[in-house]
Structures are given as C-alpha cells and as structure tokens.
C-alpha cells in the first residue's frame, strides 16, 4: 500500500543537477523518508534519508518540504551510472517498506 | 554501507520441487529481515517481515505455508518456496534492518533469479 506518489519517468542531461520530486501527503510524524535505487536484476540501492531536516551525504541531498508533504531528492551532477529507478518511501512504525512505482531517471550523455 | 548477501543469486528448478534461498547481514546483527518479490517491470512488493527467533508476520494475499521463512539467527534468514509453480518465477529480494544510532536503517540484498520449469 504505497503512500508516496513520483512521476513515472525523467530525464537529465549528463552532469545536470536533477531534482525528483515525491509527494507523501498522508506522512505521520514519525515516519522517515527514504529513498533508494535500483538497477535492472539488482537489489535496490540506499541512497538517502531524512525526518525533517534537509539531509545531504556523498550521493545526494533531500530536501524536505517544511509541512513534510513533499520532498525532493537532488543528485548534483547526474552521471550515466544515476541512470536507475529512484524510489521514494515512507518508513512506518515496524520498519516495513511498500514500495511505489518509482521515477525512471535516463541520463542522456 | 552494510552489506547484506543473498544465495544463491539465480535458480531453476522443476514444478513441484521446493527451493531455499538465504539472506545474511554479512557486517552487522539485524533485528528484522525483510521478503519481496519483484515481477518484470513491476516495483518490489512486500510479502512478509521477520524477527529472529518469532514467526514471520505475512502480507496479505502471501501464503504462509507456500513461501516458509525461518529467521534462525540476528544475521541469517532463509526462505523457501514449497512445491514451486511457474507463476512462483520471479526476482526474490531480501532486506535487513538494524538500528543505527539515530534511526533505523535497511539494507537490500542483490536478489535471487527464481526460474520454475
């Protein structure tokens, strides 16, 4: 039962910033938002996450909207490897994961 | 980053023969392991949660007594498709979770290539 909605695909330029947007309007207060990657026959990738507070580590930054309604997950310089499904999730209370559809990112060289 | 194994990493079998694939948390103790399943093109989907040393807590529509999980230690979990169909072929993918100071954290697997004949 996904709780979180991304457009179905996008599309970068080779060491463009790319932003992928996620919309979670149903998040309580304590669930996290995370965000993984996955590329085709592997395991899903961790990439970032976040409560509040805007988030940044070596991959990425997320940013969170103030209300916590929305996100944004923002790779500085999108490279042909970021080329993936990016998932946007919430974590609930016993840790489970439902995944959405996902954003497919293609980066065109 | 923690790093969690799957083996094998791709199986065929027959129909009507039962598989086990394993899940190991190789750097780290997990208090929960995870199970999906992934169809061609499709998202991963949920099919139960494992705590070491309980029973598994299913997803509904996921048959308990066709998908068996043992979860016999904090860094193994094993699970094992009885009497395997063709429609049970499909991308398995496990995940483990552990606490990591601040907040928990989960960790995927590579997955396993399940193929029935």
């Known amino acids: 039962d996904a709780k979180t909605t991304q457009p179905n695909s996008m599309e970068s330029n080779e060491e463009e910033p790319v932003h992928l947007p996620c919309n979670h309007s149903t998040i309580s207060g304590t669930d996290y938002i995370h965000w993984y990657r996955q590329l085709p026959s592997q395991g899903p990738e961790y990439v970032i996450h976040g409560l509040t507070s805007n988030v940044n580590n070596r991959m990425a930054s997320l940013a969170i909207a103030e209300d916590r309604k929305s996100s944004t997950l923002i790779l500085h310089r999108a490279t042909l490897r970021d080329a993936a499904v990016y998932y946007c999730i919430l974590r609930l209370t016993g840790n489970q994961f439902y995944f959405g559809t996902g954003t497919s990112l293609t980066v065109i060289p | 980053g923690a790093v969690v194994s799957q083996h094998p990493s791709w199986v065929i079998c027959k129909s009507g023969t039962s598989v086990k694939i394993e899940c190991r948390s190789l750097d780290f103790q997990a208090t929960t392991m995870f199970w999906y399943r992934q169809f061609p093109k499709q998202s991963l989907m949920l099919m139960a949660t494992?705590?070491?040393?309980?029973?598994?807590?299913?997803e509904q529509g996921v048959e308990k007594d066709k998908f068996l999980i043992n979860h016999a230690s904090l860094t193994l979990s094993t699970l094992t498709v009885t009497s395997a169909h063709p429609e049970d072929s499909s991308f398995y993918i496990c995940?483990?979770?552990?606490?990591?100071?601040?907040?928990?954290?989960?960790?995927f697997g590579p997955g396993t290539r399940l193929t029935v004949t």
């Open positions: 995940s483990a979770s552990f606490f990591g100071g601040v907040s928990y954290e989960q960790y």
């Open positions: 494992s705590n070491e040393g309980s029973k598994a807590t299913y």
